[in-house]
């Protein structure tokens, strides 16, 4: 990414040390006044030369500043280099500073140039956390032989640098939705035609694919017949997103179970729009968001950014939102899935409301992690009463964050939850 503009002025402003050479000046008039001795001021006289003769050596010149990102989009803990190159009209010595909200890790934010035509500088920031980081802009900073006046100009517009959410495996998530779209994917519509799973057999037509024949049939009953399998298509994806009622909990437990609901649906995200399926967006945090199903690359840019936005907070109830958003936004059993860690019953009675109509999946990152005190105990019976609860009427997965997804998915089928 490039950004460069033209360099607009600021104005010149006196720095802290000519604001001193004037506060000696008036204080020197003003004891001459109260002493009615005049003597004083001629000391005012040479201060006052010197503010005035530097006032006029100001160095002035036309720099303008490209910047260039090596990538807008990276992923937390990685390091971005950005280039800047700076070129100016004239001779001059100019002092650039670039502000950055991202901490810079080799280089620094500002540089002092003895710019004599075209120069080039660099450094490299780093993406500590999952959020949007600012560049710029770009300020050049003229100043006299004493450092009395400065003059600052923008030289470059701000630029932004994203650090997506982490991706992990979501191996062991299945989609179960009745309602299929007629393109090819990964969710059986429980018809025959091409898949995977088996089916059933019938006679051979022409046309058919030898690798389909099912030998041991033929010989047995004598004819040629051929395997089906269900069919797999796409379908429409509604993922769930709740950051709020997180306040009960310490602040690194609601930073690790926000980080890890957030990178749970982006990479469930980007494994459905691969796989063709339309996938929507409801978050609920600081600042609650939805987004209508689509799909495609852009699709994909637009989720990613609402779900890096997404911090914890206590905004309005999310059952709300969810029994008016999801028939706007799902059609009639088509799959939502929840992503909650479960502290709020109000979420439970909206997924047994949503749940004859959808095909509801509740994945559900556990907070918990057994050293607490009474009220934590408490909070996690509740929580582990809701799971029992819901399991009966839609698919729960109780999850540890950072552990597998697939092993976690495959303990609750274990328990009857599937």
Not at 45 to 73: C, D, H, I, W, Y
Not at 90 to 116: D, H, M, Q, W, Y
């Amino acid at each position: 990414m490039s950004s460069t503009r033209s360099p607009s002025r600021k104005g010149c402003r006196p720095t802290a040390k000519a604001l001193l050479y004037v506060a000696l000046i008036l204080a020197l008039i003003t004891s001459a006044i109260l002493m009615r001795d005049f003597r004083p001021i001629a000391l005012t006289v040479p201060a006052a030369l010197m503010v005035g003769f530097s006032s006029l050596f100001t160095q002035r010149a036309s720099v303008k500043v490209s910047r260039v990102v090596e990538r807008t989009r990276a992923m937390p803990g990685e390091r971005v280099k950005v280039r800047l190159e700076v070129a100016s009209d004239k001779p001059c010595l100019v002092e650039l500073r670039e502000p950055s909200t991202a901490p810079i890790v080799r280089g620094g934010s500002t540089f002092l140039l003895n710019l004599r035509g075209r120069a080039s500088l660099e450094y490299e920031f780093l993406l500590p956390k999952r959020g949007f980081y600012q560049l710029g802009p770009t300020l050049a900073v003229f100043s006299d032989a004493l450092g009395l006046f400065v003059e600052e100009s923008v030289a470059s517009d701000p630029g932004e640098v994203v650090a997506l959410p982490k991706l992990m495996s979501t191996k062991g998530i299945k989609l179960a939705a009745s309602y299929t779209g007629v393109w090819p994917g990964e969710v059986a519509s429980r018809r025959s035609g091409r898949g995977y799973e088996f089916y059933g057999v019938r006679e051979y037509a022409p046309g058919d694919e030898l690798r389909r024949v099912n030998w041991r049939a033929s010989a047995r009953l004598g004819k040629l017949l051929v395997n089906e399998q269900v069919e797999e298509r796409v379908t429409d994806v509604l993922l769930v997103v709740d950051a709020g009622l997180l306040g009960v909990l310490d602040p690194a437990t609601v930073e690790e179970v926000v980080e890890a609901e957030v990178s749970l649906a982006a990479s469930l995200a980007l494994s459905l729009l691969r796989s063709g399926n339309r996938v929507g967006l409801v978050t609920r945090g600081r600042e609650s968001s939805w987004v209508r199903p689509g799909f495609g690359r852009r699709h994909l840019d637009r989720v990613l950014y609402e779900l890096t936005r997404l911090e914890a907070g206590e905004p309005a109830p999310l059952d709300y939102a969810l029994n008016m958003l999801a028939p706007y936004l799902l059609k009639p059993n088509a799959e939502l899935i929840v992503i909650s860690p479960l502290l709020d019953s109000n979420i439970a009675i909206s997924i047994f409301n949503l749940a004859p109509k959808y095909s509801v999946l509740v994945i559900s990152p556990n907070p918990f992690k057994g050293d607490g005190g009474a009220a934590q105990r408490i909070l996690e019976v509740e929580r582990t009463s809701l799971i029992v609860k819901l399991s009966g009427v839609c698919r729960v997965v109780d999850w540890a964050p950072g552990a597998l997804l697939l092993k976690a998915s495959r303990r609750r089928a274990l328990r009857g939850g599937w």
